[in-house]
């Protein structure tokens, strides 16, 4: 009996022991690859060294004087404020139709909008390709718009059809009772209320677009590069240790925006 | 905010013609499906259509049906797809146990900092962004880079591994992409564990191993499902990783097909393959609908 029951208790030391060693292992995967990328962005080693043998901060002076970074970033920054305008211009005004009109098929219609998030991206990126072929948009800035918008309009539907189910019709209604007009209800009570989640929804639009690299290689054509783009480019053909660089400025504005995306959109829980 | 001003108009303008109409508290279907319209267009455009249009384009141009019969037969594309299957498979089992283990860590701690730290490893791939995340990869598995020299230091290794343009490359790329959403697909299942019944199940004497296999795995099996699924069928159709830590050595389905179209000019044979992996992607998804329900996948999606 004894005997058992030891061996049962060095079973589960055991075990317990295999699971903690699981998730360190997982967190420090996760951890460090990041980790790793900041420290080196610091070092001042012409070519990339690990352990770095000089530190500075010349791969940031390098990526905001030379040009070669400034115009990716600028026409990244111009898609995604794009992007974001017009997949809340698109998505908002619907998800208001859907969940306060009754309208025939309004499931089929969220289906239809988040099913992109899972189709396999490259299968999906020909698919664009060939109808953008026919549409005359590859290639132009339009048509990369257009395509991020699609490639952000599942989450914005998933950030706002969750926000609005929290958001009472019965207050709308109250104030129509009083005489207010529908439009004046809307514009009073739901979108104030909504408007942490739509700004929540327009950083990640924004932030997903800017992100974005497999439409851009099918769609965008030679004349086209956005940042992620570019750094795709530079990493296939040989290593500018400014990325470095770039990759923890994005890093550190991407972790802002996105905290506050969700600071915003626990706000309107 | 553009339909919201449209709506006046038709409103005012029905309100000059019969002025009894009763006040209705549902909005009218003709402004609802026109503010319906613009995403409506959108999908029906950019979502319905590609699709039509790839499986159209796959079976007229070209060789016609034969194009199917082009891609199976060539030896390149077969192999592409057992190594996209193969390495999807195995970023699902990755990506799944470390997403579970990481969802268990945050259910049962209580330290605050260990929760912090569980968030922003979650949270990490999603701020470096995709292709800084393959960059981060590139430069770790490098020959020169600190994990080769880490075992020559330690004196496991007497000559640098070979470790980038590998299949073991591609999977751990893809396993840091992926986690997070595996996460997120079983967070919802875990967080509703009543951890009461770990505490039952013990007293009763159950092993530490019987108590998650018995009580906790049971529970969260339709958020293990979900995650399995949406790992898988993101998975079968990544590009960047492949591309970045594949290179030619390790080609994707994905990296064939951008092949065909910019480098052979072969778009029926990229449609056809194309196809191909849309319907392996959909099947398990439909399968996997099916099995937990949409609840649970969509879930696993915000």
Redesign the interface.
């Known amino acids: 009996m004894t005997a058992t029951t030891g061996a ?1 208790k060095l ?2 030391a055991l ?2 022991l295999v ?1 903690r060693t ?2 360190v292992a ?2 420090g ?3 460090l ?2 980790v ?2 900041g420290v ?1 962005s610091f070092s001042n080693d012409p070519y ?4 770095p043998q000089s530190w500075g901060t010349d791969r940031y002076v390098e990526v905001v004087t030379s040009s070669t970074w400034i115009r990716p970033i600028t026409l990244s920054l111009e898609v995604a404020a794009a992007t974001a305008v017009v997949t809340l ?6 998800m ?3 969940k ?4 025939p098929g309004t499931m089929a ?1 969220e ?21 953008f072929a ?1 549409f005359g948009l590859l290639g132009t800035f339009a048509g990369i718009v ?2 991020h ?2 490639h952000a ?3 914005v539907i ?2 706002l059809s ?1 926000a609005m189910d929290q958001i009472r019709p019965e207050l709308e ?1 109250a104030a ?1 009772t009083m005489g207010a ?3 004046r209800a ?2 009073g009570i739901t979108v104030r209320l909504l408007l942490p989640a739509i700004l929540a929804a327009a950083i990640f639009a924004f932030v997903l677009s ?5 439409f851009i ?2 769609l965008g054509g030679p004349g086209l590069v956005t940042l ?1 783009k570019y ?2 480019d530079s ?2 053909f040989g ?1 500018d240790p400014a ?1 470095t660089a770039v ?1 923890t400025l ?2 550190v504005v ?2 802002g925006l ?1 905290l506050g995306a969700t600071v915003l959109r626990g706000r309107s829980r | 905010m553009l339909s919201l001003t449209t709506e006046r108009p038709a409103s005012a303008g029905r309100g000059t013609t019969t002025k009894t109409k009763p006040w209705s508290s549902t909005l009218s279907l003709r402004t609802a499906l026109l503010m319906v319209a613009p995403l409506g267009v959108a999908i029906a455009l950019f979502v319905i259509y590609p699709l039509i249009k790839l499986f159209w384009d796959s079976v007229t141009l070209g060789a016609g049906p034969g194009n199917y019969v082009a891609a199976l037969s060539s030896g390149a594309i077969r192999r592409a797809i057992g190594t996209t299957l193969l390495d999807s498979a195995v970023v699902m089992a990755l990506a799944v146990v470390g997403g579970t283990a990481l969802a268990w860590t945050l259910r049962t701690t209580r330290q605050g900092w260990v929760k912090a730290l569980v968030w922003a490893a979650v949270l990490l791939p999603f701020w470096m962004g995709v292709v800084v995340k393959n960059y981060a990869f590139a430069l770790l598995l490098a020959r020169e880079g600190p994990i080769n020299s880490l075992l020559l230091q330690v004196g496991l290794i007497q000559e640098p591994l070979e470790l980038m343009y590998t299949q073991t490359a591609v999977v751990l790329g893809m396993t840091y992409t992926m986690l997070p959403y595996a996460f997120l697909a079983v967070f919802p299942s875990v967080s509703m564990v009543n951890l009461e019944l770990l505490n039952a199940a013990r007293g009763m004497g159950a092993s530490e191993l019987r108590t998650f296999g018995g009580v906790v795995l049971p529970l969260i099996r339709p958020g293990l499902i979900a995650g399995c699924a949406i790992v898988f069928a993101m998975s079968i159709g990544f590009y960047v990783t492949p591309v970045l830590l594949g290179g030619a050595q390790t080609p994707f389905i994905a990296t064939v097909i951008s092949d065909d179209i910019f480098r052979f000019f072969d778009y029926p044979r990229a449609a056809a393959s194309s196809v191909i992996l849309l319907v392996i992607a959909l099947t398990t998804l439909a399968v996997t609908i099916k099995a937990v329900g949409l609840r649970a996948v969509r879930g696993g999606l915000g």
């Open positions: 049962s079973l589960d075990a317990r699971g699981v998730v997982f967190l995967f996760m951890v690859p990041a790793f990328i080196l990339i060294m690990f352990p211009a698109v998505v908002v005004p619907a208001f139709a859907l306060r009109g009754r309208v219609v289906s239809a909008g988040i099913a992109p998030m899972l189709f396999p991206v490259a299968a999906y990126a020909v698919g664009m390709y060939a109808v026919e257009v395509a918008t699609v309009v599942p989450l998933i950030l969750t209604l129509m007009s529908r439009l809307w514009a800017f992100d974005e690299a497999v290689t099918f992620p750094i795709f990493v296939q290593v990325i990759a994005l890093m991407t972790a996105m």
